[in-house]
């Protein structure tokens, strides 16, 4: 990723982070426009999302039995009953380091490397 994507990548999550803030209870019980999922489902897996899946060195290719997409829901479903200020806080988190590995990342032997994402699901 270059700097400007870095730099871009701050900004969203800055966005989602304000936005995560001004979400009531009522807000989080209302249908996304992701299928089947709520805005609480949304906001709980962006929480418990894992920064080093993003970076993670992956050799192999995406894999069709869908395991990373079902890992995903089995995170959301364990985090059901936290609250809007629990998921917020665990998004921040984890954002937090996923933008300082980014970064990290602008620098060699990284900078110069070509890393292939692993499959992170739907």
Do not use: K, Y
Request: hydrophobic share 40%.
């Amino acid at each position: 990723m270059s700097q400007a994507g870095v730099e871009a990548a701050h900004v969203l999550v800055r966005a989602v982070l304000v936005l995560l803030v001004e979400l009531d209870d009522h807000d989080r019980t209302q249908d996304s426009t992701a299928a089947r999922r709520r805005v609480e489902d949304v906001v709980t897996r962006r929480g418990s999302s894992s920064p080093s899946s993003l970076v993670r060195i992956s050799t192999s290719r995406p894999d069709p039995s869908g395991f990373a997409e079902r890992a995903n829901d089995l995170a959301v479903r364990e985090r059901a009953g936290w609250s809007t200020r629990e998921a917020a806080a665990s998004c921040t988190l984890q954002s937090t380091t996923g933008l300082r590995a980014l970064q990290r990342m602008q620098q060699p032997p990284f900078r110069d490397a070509t890393l292939q994402l692993a499959e992170l699901g739907e």
